[in-house]
Structure formats: structure tokens, C-alpha cells
T-cell receptor
Framework: EDQVTQSPEALRLQEGESSSLNCSYT??????LFWYRQDPGKGPEFLFT???AGEEKEKERLKATLTKKESFLHITAPKPEDSATYLC????????????FGKGTKLSVKP | NAGVTQTPKFQVLKTGQSMTLQCAQD?????MSWYRQDPGMGLRLIHY???????DQGEVPNGYNVSRSTTEDFPLRLLSAAPSQTSVYFC???????????FGNGTRLTVT
């Protein structure tokens, strides 16, 4: 069974304190790895797609990387507005029926 | 360009009642899907559609029906609501099965 596991479940940072979120996934059959951000009361919002090991993508204070068995979302010098739940999802091909979401990491950034 | 629009935002049902959650997108996306999100669990796929007239079951389809008569609309029907269907429901669309999903802002459903 395909698995996508995120850690930690929750992360509390001080403003400016850099850290990383982890997403480990079942390697076999992975076609792509997605990162989404979800604010309270809202739907997830797309951040990045990664397709191959070694790939990196950046957006403002966020950088997503992919290795052969896990992905990291690095947050550099976070601000309170970065507080949200971050979801990763593995695309195992076929149709939308093969997109497996992790449970998410809830990030809180205190001023 | 409104993206993906879901209605209603909140709904309370009694056990056994039926209702339809509405979803519309204005991006001309072929792919649409319904997910439910429960505390401590990842988003789980209920039903999806790869185009008008074509639907298929996801991971948790029992108790739900869908149809896709137009590209824009993808309603989700609860046939006889049960407390286990208390959840937040998200509709999503994408250009293709390779593309990122665009989500609506959800419907919070409580079944008493």
C-alpha cells in the first residue's frame, strides 16, 4: 500500500528560526510529489511539484527538495504569516485516484 | 475568475436526511474530485471525474453519489446521511492528472 508520512505533526517556531518539514513516501511508482499549504477554514493551496531526486524549488522563504525516499520543505527565517498546515501528496500515476496525501504538519510561527 | 466554488459553506443534517454539495469551476478543467478531511487523517478521495459523463470511485465512496453532466459542475450527493459522514468536504479540479489540484474552500458538514 502506498504511504505518505509527514513529520512532525506540529512545529512551533519563533519568528526568524529556520527549520524543515519532512515527507517520506513509498518509492515504488511515484510520479511526482506535491506540497500544499492550508490555512484554517480554507482549501489547500498548491506550492510545489517535484519529480526527480535532487530537484529543488523555491518560493519566497520556502524551498522544497526531493531525495530518493523523502522530501523536505525548508522554511528560512519564517514570519507569523507562514503559520499554516503544510500537506504533501504523492502522485502514483493513473488518474486522480492515485494521489495519496499525508496528514500534514501544522506550523506555528510566533513573533 | 472564481476558481473552484463550493456551496454551502456549512450544513447541519439529521441522520437519514439527504443533500447535495455543490461544486463549480470556471477554469475549463477536465479533472474534478471530491475529498473529505477528518482530524488526524489525510485528505481521502471520495469520487472523481476525468470529464463530463465519466466518474469513478475513490478510496471512500460508500454513501455518496456523483454525476458530471457538464465540465463546470460536479455535485456530491449524500443519499442518507450518517454521523460518520460528519467531515469537511473539499472539491478540487485540475487541468490533467499530472497537474496540481485547485481546491475550493470546503463545506463543513455535521450530521446529528
Amino acid at each position: 500500500e502506498d504511504q505518505v508520512t509527514q513529520s512532525p505533526e506540529a512545529l512551533r517556531l519563533q519568528e526568524g528560526e529556520s527549520s524543515s518539514l519532512n515527507c517520506s513516501y513509498t518509492v515504488s511508482g511515484l510520479r511526482g510529489l506535491f506540497w500544499y499549504r492550508q490555512d484554517p477554514g480554507k482549501g489547500p493551496e498548491f506550492l510545489f511539484t517535484l519529480y526527480s531526486a535532487g530537484e529543488e524549488k523555491e518560493k519566497e522563504r520556502l524551498k522544497a527538495t526531493l531525495t530518493k525516499k523523502e522530501s523536505f520543505l525548508h522554511i528560512t527565517a519564517p514570519k507569523p504569516e507562514d503559520s499554516a498546515t503544510y500537506l504533501c501528496a504523492g502522485d502514483y500515476g493513473g488518474s486522480q485516484g492515485n494521489l495519496i496525501f499525508g496528514k500534514g504538519t501544522k506550523l506555528s510561527v510566533k513573533p | 475568475n472564481a476558481g473552484v466554488t463550493q456551496t454551502p459553506k456549512f450544513q447541519v443534517l439529521k441522520t437519514g436526511q439527504s443533500m447535495t454539495l455543490q461544486c463549480a469551476q470556471d477554469m475549463n478543467h477536465e479533472y474534478m474530485s471530491w475529498y473529505r478531511q477528518d482530524p488526524g487523517m489525510g485528505l481521502r478521495l471520495i469520487h472523481y471525474s476525468v470529464g463530463a459523463g465519466i466518474t469513478d470511485q475513490g478510496e471512500v465512496p460508500n454513501g455518496y453519489n456523483v454525476s458530471r453532466s457538464t465540465t463546470e459542475d460536479f455535485p456530491l450527493r449524500l443519499l442518507s446521511a450518517a454521523p460518520s459522514q460528519t467531515s469537511v468536504y473539499f472539491c478540487a479540479s485540475s487541468y490533467s492528472d499530472w497537474s496540481p489540484l485547485h481546491f475550493g474552500n470546503g463545506t463543513r458538514l455535521t450530521v446529528t
